[in-house]
């Protein structure tokens, strides 16, 4: 029986490489095949020659009065010609390099012809034969992203003949109502137009409906992720010792903000609960998250479990590792430290550390979850910055325990919009509020011209006894230009400020190093550091107060926020200038945007305003679904809607077993067989 997961080369003239190419474009069923969407459509409604412009694209309608003909040229290459009647005009039709075509067009019969109008000569260079089924006057042709192994006219062929076979077997997944309520396409409909659209009308209509029905899915597969993780037996019940908690609280040295306080609750009282927590802390910079997540991982302990911190690189770790082990040390918590640069030695006691339990918390880099690791007693897992963790490298560490509760940290505050997509399967806990005493961070634009007075101002805040960032921009493409770029600034720095230590931190160097100068700077031994961007996570020197960024305009908004949040930290007066003489409007937004707010929410929201989702974290690793129709920032209202009503389904009906919720069960029931329900 046909069936839409069938596989591609259940269709005619599809063998092996066909496959493979498919599969490169995520296309491995039948069923996919259907799904896989033009992004854009050409205008190819046949016009009549009086009002054509030299050069246009255009489609042209006529009687072929001559056969075609062939001729070679240079090496390998083809011209066809053949003489076509429009509207009484003789023109010549050439194809350059499409010598199959020869047999498509017959003398005395009708053709329509796609392609580029040349006024003066009368004459066409053709692109393609348009098909008369697609075209007439129908007018939309579908452009589909393809790869070098295939072809856009075999695409729309085998699109084609898997409508005309499996069409019947569409059936839909968003529920009647929800599909009358917002007057949204069934799903023949949708496939049908998105494909053949006969004009922009339906094309639109289709897509609408089709982003729709996409974001829906998407929302009802992290509705399913969170009941899995709510379900009773899923999880542990960390059962923390209160008390003990108190008294560790009494020995922090501050009093803890009053969001910290709520979030710290929300998050205990999680992990006693006997689900799989699955939870996100998110805070801008310098909110104080590091503390929460002690506490958390101090409560696991006092449950009697182990608890575990993975964090992106090894300096975080060395240096979350130094300040946590000294936090915990009255409470009697033995603390390791696993990353990739141990010795064998080490590295192997730690390790047998781990697995005897003798351990409490183990804080350590991706080196946590390879196989080797196995933890006695893992109760809470506790990941850093998680966005440069993928999906599958979270779940390894969630494999690695009793499905550990899992609390994940991001300092790169994410716009509600995309909280909601990315986030959706998850609770997330926010700490809203900056520790007490702290002074706004005085941000200022300068040319590169006018760094006088930057350098005013860092000799005067050194003369203060404050401390300073010098950052200059890493540019991927060259290595040793950045390096040159950082090593003159250094040398500058050092020969303007001789009565002070300078040092240069850059990638490049041995972690030891990194590590004995990020030492160095936090002791106040160094005053002035001039680093590459490796200051940008989890660098916490209260006494800093400067922050000097030069070509700031090759920064991301994010990135610029999370530099500047290295000032700030204490009580000092803290000053960033940003140095850039940025050439297009999107930067010069960015440099205003940085001056106007110091709101990691606010920029995260300009940030996404300007650049588009993909962007915001930087990189593939951002952990954000890709969607093949909708676009989550310009259809954000339509994500909402669809959160929302994915959520009223899933609470009225977890088990999906309405009539009108079959085909949600299934859709997710395909996921699962297909092994793409998590990713
Ligand atoms: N309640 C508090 N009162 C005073 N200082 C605090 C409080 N909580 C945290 N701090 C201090 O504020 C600084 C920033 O805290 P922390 O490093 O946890 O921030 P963060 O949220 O992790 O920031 P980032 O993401 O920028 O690294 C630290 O020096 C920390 O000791």
Not at 167 to 189: I, S
Not at 251 to 257: K, Q
Not at 346 to 364: E, M, S, Y
Not at 453 to 478: C, F, H, K, M, N
Request: hydrophobic share 40%; with cysteine.
């Amino acid at each position: 029986m046909p069936s839409l997961s069938d596989p591609v080369n259940a269709l005619k003239g599809v063998g092996e490489k066909r496959v493979s190419a498919l599969h490169q474009l995520g296309i491995d069923t039948v069923g996919d095949l259907l799904f896989y969407f033009p992004f854009r459509y050409e205008d190819i409604r046949t016009r009549s020659l009086a009002e054509l412009g030299d050069g246009e694209k255009v489609t042209l309608k006529g009687l072929v009065i001559a056969p075609p003909v062939v001729s070679r040229f240079g090496r390998n290459r083809t011209r066809l010609n053949v003489r076509v009647l429009v509207e009484d005009l003789p023109i010549v039709v050439t194809f350059f390099n499409q010598p199959w075509l020869k047999d498509k067009i017959v003398e005395n019969t009708e053709v329509a012809v796609f392609g580029i109008w040349n006024a003066m000569k009368h004459s066409m260079t053709g692109q393609r034969l348009i098909a008369q089924a697609e075209g007439g006057n129908a007018g939309m042709s579908p452009i589909y992203s393809v790869n070098k192994h295939i072809r856009q006219r075999t695409l729309v062929d085998l699109i084609e003949q898997a409508y005309k076979q499996y069409a019947p077997l569409l059936t839909d997944v968003v529920p009647v109502p929800l599909r009358r309520h917002y007057k949204l396409e069934e799903t023949a409909t949708i496939v049908h137009d998105m494909h053949f659209p006969r004009n922009s009308e339906d094309a639109r209509a289709a897509r609408r409906s089709a982003a729709f029905r996409e974001l829906f899915l998407f929302e009802c597969r992290m509705q399913s992720l969170r009941a899995d993780n709510n379900k009773e037996d899923a999880g542990l019940a960390l059962n923390y010792d209160l008390q003990a908690m108190r008294e560790f609280i009494k020995t922090l040295p501050f009093e803890l903000t009053n969001a910290q306080k709520r979030v710290v609750n929300e998050i205990v009282a999680d992990m006693k609960r006997p689900h799989h927590m699955n939870r996100l802390l998110q805070g801008d910079v310098g909110s104080g998250k590091t503390i929460v997540a002690v506490l958390a991982l101090f409560a696991a302990v006092t449950a009697g479990y182990q608890a575990a911190l993975m964090v992106p690189t090894e300096i975080l770790a060395e240096q979350h590792y130094q300040k946590i082990a000294q936090l915990l040390a009255p409470m009697h918590v033995s603390v390791g430290l696993l990353t990739g640069s141990l010795s064998a030695t080490d590295r192997a006691k730690t390790v047998h550390d781990i697995a005897t339990g003798r351990l409490n918390v183990i804080i350590g880099t991706h080196a946590l979850i390879q196989d080797t690791v196995k933890f006695a007693k893992l109760g809470l897992a506790v990941i850093d910055e998680q966005h440069r963790f993928g999906v599958n490298q979270r779940r390894e560490l969630r494999r690695k325990g009793l499905s550990p509760d899992v609390l994940m940290m991001t300092a790169t505050p994410i716009p509600r919009t995309l909280a909601i997509t990315t986030y959706g399967e998850m609770d997330v806990s926010t700490i809203d509020e900056l520790p007490a005493g702290r002074h706004p961070i005085v941000t200022e634009w300068l040319k590169s011209n006018q760094t006088r007075q930057v350098y005013d101002r860092l000799r005067s805040e050194l003369a203060a006894g404050a401390q300073a960032y010098v950052v200059t921009p890493l540019i991927a493409e060259s290595e040793a230009i950045d390096l040159r770029n950082a090593e003159d600034l250094y040398e500058k720095m050092t020969k303007a400020l001789p009565q002070y230590h300078v040092a240069l931190l850059h990638g490049q160097l041995k972690n030891q190093d990194k590590n004995d100068i990020m030492g160095a700077f936090a002791r106040n031994e160094v005053q002035v550091l001039v680093a590459t961007t490796v200051v940008e996570v989890g660098m916490d020197v209260a006494n800093a107060n400067l922050m000097i960024i030069f070509d700031a305009d090759r920064f991301g908004l994010s990135q610029l926020h999370q530099l500047r949040g290295r000032v700030g930290r204490g009580s000092r007066h803290a000053y960033c200038y940003l140095i850039a003489d940025p050439k297009n409007q999107v930067a010069i937004s960015r440099m205003e945007a940085m001056v106007k707010t110091t709101d990691g929410f606010v920029l995260a929201e300009e940030d996404l305003k300007l650049r588009g989702p993909g962007d915001v974290f930087g990189d593939e690793q951002s952990g954000l679904p890709s969607f093949n129709v909708a676009d989550p920032v310009g259809d954000s209202a339509m994500l909402d809607v669809a959160h929302g009503e994915a959520g009223a389904i899933f609470d009225t009906d977890p088990q999906l077993q309405a009539p009108d919720h079959q085909g949600i069960a299934q859709y997710l029931a395909e996921l699962k067989r297909r092994n793409q329900y998590f990713d």
